[in-house]
């Protein structure tokens, strides 16, 4: 069974960066993709970002440039950089386990962790 554990999330002022971390657990983490979801009150969960196994990136539009999904095999651990972070980017974070990542997207599975609240003050 995968499990996620998600932590790095926070208040923060607009203009300034958090880094959220994502741990796996049962499985062979440098063999899957990953995923990050966010969900803003009232809004649908959507995907931020993802890696595939061999760290290509794609990123959704309204955080390129800002955001950085990077991940590190030896410690079973996905982060996400957010940088010049924006009101708008107020949301729940959740990483995405052992989705499909196939020419450029990401098709999420039923992996999911607990989520990180990220909140930004303007």
């Known amino acids: 069974q995968v499990q996620l554990v998600e932590s790095g999330g926070g208040l923060v002022q607009a203009g300034g960066s958090l880094r959220l971390s994502c741990a796996a657990s049962?499985?062979?983490?440098?063999?899957?993709?990953m995923g990050w979801y966010r969900q803003a009150p009232g809004k649908q969960r959507e995907l931020v970002a993802s890696i595939s196994t061999r760290s290509s990136t794609n990123y959704a539009d309204s955080v390129k440039g800002r955001f950085t999904i990077s991940r590190d095999n030896t410690a079973d651990t996905v982060y996400l950089q957010m940088n010049s972070l924006k009101p708008e980017d107020t949301a729940v974070y959740y990483c995405n386990a052992g989705g499909t990542y196939w020419l450029g997207s990401y098709y999420q599975s039923n992996y999911w962790g607990q989520g990180t609240q990220v909140t930004v003050s303007s």
């Open positions: 049962g499985t062979t983490f440098s063999n899957i993709a």
